[in-house]
């Protein structure tokens, strides 16, 4: 098993190197031997490229994390989200190149795409938790994957932008939040529908074992008044 220093120099040597390098050349044995461990600490640490972008994924999640603003616990839950995920931008920035070499990638490779939106949508759910809105079930899942992909849009954008202030990154993580806000309002909609449904399946089939019941009491082979029919 390798130690978590070892992970931390594998993950980080991963990083240094998508930064200068495309993400499909950057294989396990280059990183195993620039990091200058065993491949077989490199099989123990981490066994395919996909753990290290989940474990790249985990290390901003903790950032984002430790630095939550308490002070925002006032604020409606769009504010709160808003200002967890510039956050998270700034936890990036530090990686800026790695991050814009894993968007590359995502870009040019479908399948690599997925994968990365189901890592991303996990950091996701942590980031609605952040910011204190309470979602589970379905409906967390299809959250997440949505805000992930809303915020892989504001990342291609801070990637190409070079004002400090990010006036253009702010704009588009505000146009998707308002998409994120209609999604959620869509997706509430049809939970109360769901609810309906389910309580008038609950009700009829509550009433059919009530007919079910008066028909056993009131058949063919049974008295109005509920005592055995003559001759018996």
Do not use: C
Not at 15 to 34: F, G, K, M, N, R
Not at 89 to 104: K, N, T
Request: proline share 3%; glycine share 8%; no cysteine.
């Amino acid at each position: 098993m390798a130690t978590a220093k070892t992970r931390q120099k594998i993950l980080q040597t991963f990083l240094d190197l998508v930064s200068v390098h495309p993400y499909e050349d950057v294989s396990l044995t280059l990183i195993a031997e620039t990091a200058k461990v065993k491949l077989s600490d490199m099989r123990g640490a981490f066994a395919s490229k996909a753990q290290l972008v989940a474990a790249f994924a985990e290390k901003i999640d903790k950032t984002v994390l430790d630095g939550r603003d308490d002070d925002m616990g006032d604020q409606p839950p769009r504010d709160r989200l808003f200002d967890v995920l510039m956050t998270r931008i700034d936890a990036l920035s530090e990686h800026r190149e790695a991050v814009r070499a894993l968007h590359q990638a995502a870009r040019h490779d479908p399948a690599l795409a997925l994968e990365f939106n189901r890592i991303a949508a996990r950091s996701q759910k942590w980031m609605l938790i952040a910011s204190g809105i309470d979602v589970s079930g379905v409906k967390a899942t299809v959250v997440a994957r949505a805000l992930a992909i809303a915020f892989g849009r504001v990342v291609g954008v801070w990637l190409d932008e070079e004002d400090e202030g990010m006036p253009r990154t702010m704009a588009r993580l505000d146009k998707e939040l308002d998409r994120g806000s209609d999604l959620m309002k869509r997706l509430n909609g049809l939970e109360g529908f769901a609810r309906g449904v389910r309580s008038f399946l609950k009700k009829a089939a509550g009433g059919r074992g009530r007919w079910k019941d008066r028909n056993r009491e009131t058949g063919p082979d049974a008295d109005l008044d509920g005592e055995a029919p003559a001759g018996a």
